[in-house]
């Protein structure tokens, strides 16, 4: 009976010494701390900004024209006679050449007849001169006393003599000037843009006889902003204003450059597009020892160079958030926000007076939704 009973109570006393063993096994067990997971700092590229002097530049884009454009009309009439060989479309002239010559016979013989006139004016001026000589004597001779007065004298008579010989010269300046029209002379260095006679052909003060535009200077208008006034040197008393390299892009590759100078500003904005309106002279633009030609209603880029911006800070691009923000790390290791106002930018940068300081550590790497105060760990060498 007792042998039943220990033989029950068997497994019970083989799970208690198991308990009591894994008891013991803990309770023997060396005590270990708890370990807090550490999250990593996030890296950023970084450098640091220095202050500067550095040249400003404004590119604009404008439309060349003539600098000089005039339709050659006569001012006398009569049959053309002469033309010159290079009044035909395309044709070059310079200042001076003769382009058509018209029948002068007609002003000639009107040269003549002033020249008569002037002739007949002059012996009627000396003739009342003689009888005034006279008529002083003649008062001396009959003693009569006293001065002679000017009816006596007959200054009247002498008066109308002198202004009929001002008129003759007069008449003989205006036949002579007449006759010099005859010849119609290009009035600078240019090129035929357009002739519209020919020898045998009557014309008139009415008459067309060709458009010329001037090849010594070209004319461009840039359109640039307001705000790039500011970094623009206009011509002001005697000194020239900003110096501006005028190119024109070709499909093939290729470009025109030429070089201008900035000579005035357009006193109102272009009303279609709001921005200001700048004039560039371009000397020689035909000039084939310096490259193609530069061609009026060619659709060109000018870059201006501008005024020296000191003491600026340059800020790439890459590295800008809204138009005007970027993030530094303080000091103390943490993302700081600086908003900054630009004076002005280039294709990869802006350039700052406000907002940094030389010394900064700028974060030149991306930053997805950054905070301030964001411990960072900071990596050298960004853009």
């Known amino acids: 009976m007792n042998w039943k009973r220990n ?5 019970l006393i083989i799970v208690l010494s198991a308990f009591l063993a894994a008891f013991g096994l803990v309770m023997m067990a060396p005590d270990s701390e708890a370990v807090v997971p550490t999250r990593a700092l996030p890296a950023v590229a970084t450098t640091i900004v220095e202050s500067d002097a550095v040249r ?14 005039i339709t050659i009309i006569p001012e006398v009439s009569g049959r053309v006679v002469l033309m010159s060989p290079s009044l035909v479309p395309g044709g070059v002239v310079r200042a001076g050449d003769i382009l058509t010559r018209i029948e002068a ?28 000589e006279t008529a002083r004597e003649e008062w001396k001779i009959l003693g009569n ?39 119609i002379r290009a009035p600078f260095n240019a090129s035929v843009v357009e002739e519209s006679v020919d020898v045998g052909q009557v014309v008139g003060p009415q008459s067309t006889i060709a458009r010329l535009v001037g090849t010594d200077q070209l004319r461009i208008t840039l359109s640039v902003r307001i705000e790039d006034l500011a970094l623009i040197d206009l011509p002001e008393n005697g000194q020239e204003g900003s110096p501006v390299t005028i190119r024109q892009r070709l499909r093939t590759g290729e470009h025109v450059e ?37 061609l009026p209603g060619s659709s060109v880029e000018g870059v201006i160079e501008g005024r ?36 002005w930018g280039d294709d990869d940068a802006l350039f700052v007076r406000e907002g940094l300081s030389a010394g900064d ?10 905070v301030e105060g964001t411990p960072v760990l900071v990596i050298e060498g960004g853009v």
């Open 7 to 11: 033989k029950a109570a068997l497994p």
């Open 258 to 294: 030429r070089q201008g100078t900035v000579v005035g500003l357009v006193d109102r904005l272009n009303p279609q597009t709001r921005r200001a309106e700048l004039v560039v002279l371009v000397d020689d633009p035909l000039n084939p020892n310096v490259g193609l030609p530069l």
């Open 105 to 132: 016979r007609a002003y000639e013989l009107a040269v003549e007849q002033q020249r008569g006139q002037v002739r007949s004016s002059e012996l009627e001026l000396e003739i009342e001169a003689a009888r005034q």
């Open 308 to 343: 020296v911006l000191d003491s600026v800070v340059r800020v790439p691009r890459a590295a800008v958030y809204d138009g005007n923000t970027v993030w530094v790390v303080s000091p103390e290791g943490v993302l700081e926000k600086r908003v900054f106002e630009p004076v």
């Open 56 to 69: 400003s530049t404004v590119v604009a884009s404008g439309v060349a024209s003539p600098a000089r454009e």
């Open 145 to 183: 006393g006293g001065e002679p007065s000017p009816l006596v004298l007959r200054e009247s008579q002498r008066a109308a003599a002198e202004m009929n010989l001002a008129s003759s010269r007069s008449g003989l300046a205006r036949a002579e000037l007449e006759l010099e029209r005859t010849v």
């Open 361 to 370: 550590v700028l974060v030149t790497s991306p930053l997805s939704s950054p």
